[in-house]
């Protein structure tokens, strides 16, 4: 397969962009987004082209360098020269006894070099390689841990935070009559701490002999791993001992009034996701005389396919979906993707089960009780040279706004759902 020139590329992306222009004019985004992948793939293809000419024309020197040759002059005839340069040879044949051997570092160096090659099933030589990167994964950790309200409460223990349940109304009274009572009605949650820990061991061989820096990909991995189950807990803590009060399972309760602020009869139940099902959350969430703006959608990312798969009656999409990574907007609402929203969409979700919720992030409060703590040793198992990474960070979270969040869940049961979205 012969390798694209410059030639070849110039002419190519030259057409691709003319195509993408024109399908931009006409306003064809699905049309446009298509053949900007094109280019990216072509664009692609040319530098690997472009390396693979560059390393078949390093390999082709390297062969030179470390190749021997056949003798079949007067003076030598039929001798084998293994040589690494004009200078420092080795003769082996019927004239061996008239050559020198001159031993030297560099033919030590070179020889060393030689070696450190594979003979490839081809009967190509191809000297092993390693890199000193390391490739990252796909994202892992859902943007609503960076989103919410943060309290920093360095040192404490628990952490208690009033809201405004609701108002009176005044009202027309006589002249000489009392006037109409009218107060306020205010609420408290409770946050309490929870200790979120992770840890690692790995060979100490991971840190001395690869290129690559292992180790430190290792430390930040604890940081991840803490963000991870914080964003995870903001929506599925089941708010029991050492562990945060989720948006899910912020239930108030007229027993225990510090448990949560939102009353579980404002829930949605969601049999499948229909054209009318974002209208639902808009117009359900907030008071009776706004429509909240800022609100956001937290959801799964399949649940957000379904949104996409949506279709009128004449084939063209119902929503218009703008995507960012792990946020983006549907008919410009905000949204956001979290793992731990069990999807609508998917069958083996069960009634009771929620799966999004809706309304401003400021109304779920985390309070960080310590600043993320990551350290490494390699104390503990000394002998077996193991060296160990651990972090911890002590937080804790509730919903501090009154029916701060509309809440969506699978329809069919009768149960509030509550711990429904607790993981094992």
């Excluded at 012969?2 to 070849?8: A, I, K, N, Y």
Aim: aromatic content about 8%.
């Amino acid at each position: 397969m012969s390798l694209m020139t410059r030639q070849e590329y110039v002419e190519q992306r030259k057409a691709l962009v003319a195509e993408a222009e024109a399908y931009a004019k006409e306003g064809s985004r699905d049309k446009f987004d298509a053949k900007r992948q094109e280019i990216e793939a072509l664009d692609n293809a040319y530098d690997e082209a472009r390396k693979a000419r560059a390393n078949a024309r390093a390999m082709k020197d390297q062969l030179a360098d470390i190749s021997g040759r056949t003798i079949g002059d007067d003076d030598v005839s039929g001798v084998v020269v293994d040589r690494t340069d004009d200078e420092d040879s080795r003769a082996f044949g019927s004239a061996a006894r008239r050559e020198v051997w001159r031993p030297s570092a560099k033919r030590g160096r070179e020889l060393r070099a030689m070696n450190a090659v594979k003979l490839t099933s081809e009967g190509i030589l191809t000297p092993t390689r390693y890199s000193d990167e390391i490739s990252p994964t796909f994202n892992v950790v859902s943007g609503l841990v960076d989103r919410v309200r943060f309290f920093n409460r360095l040192g404490g223990e628990s952490f208690e935070h009033s809201y405004i349940k609701g108002y009176g109304e005044g009202k027309e009274v006589a002249d000489d009559a009392n006037y109409h009572e009218t107060d306020m009605e205010f609420g408290l949650v409770a946050i309490h701490k929870s200790k979120i820990t992770a840890y690692s061991e790995v060979d100490e061989g991971v840190t001395k002999l690869p290129d690559a820096d292992y180790d430190a990909e290792i430390a930040e991995s604890i940081r991840i791993h803490l963000r991870r189950r914080l964003a995870r807990q903001i929506l599925v803590g089941s708010g029991g001992t050492n562990v945060l009060t989720g948006i899910f399972n912020s239930n108030y309760d007229s027993g225990n009034k510090t448990a949560g602020a939102i009353d579980p009869a404002t829930d949605l139940e969601i049999d499948a996701i229909t054209e009318s099902t974002l209208d639902d959350f808009i117009f359900g969430y907030g008071g009776e005389e706004d429509v909240e703006d800022g609100a956001v959608l937290i959801l799964n990312k399949l649940d957000l396919k379904a949104f996409a798969q949506l279709r009128d009656g004449n084939g063209n999409r119902i929503h218009t979906i703008r995507s960012n990574g792990n946020t983006g907007t549907i008919d410009g609402v905000d949204y956001i993707i979290n793992s731990a929203c069990k999807p609508i969409s998917s069958a083996t979700t069960q009634p009771g089960d929620y799966a999004m919720a809706f309304g401003h992030l400021s109304s779920y409060g985390l309070a960080i009780f310590s600043d993320i703590d990551i350290q490494r040793s390699t104390d503990y198992k000394f002998r077996s040279g193991q060296v160990a990474h651990r972090g911890s960070v002590y937080a804790g979270g509730n919903v501090i706004r009154w029916n701060g969040f509309l809440r969506g869940k699978k329809g069919g049961g009768s149960g509030e759902g509550e711990g429904e979205g607790e993981e094992i």
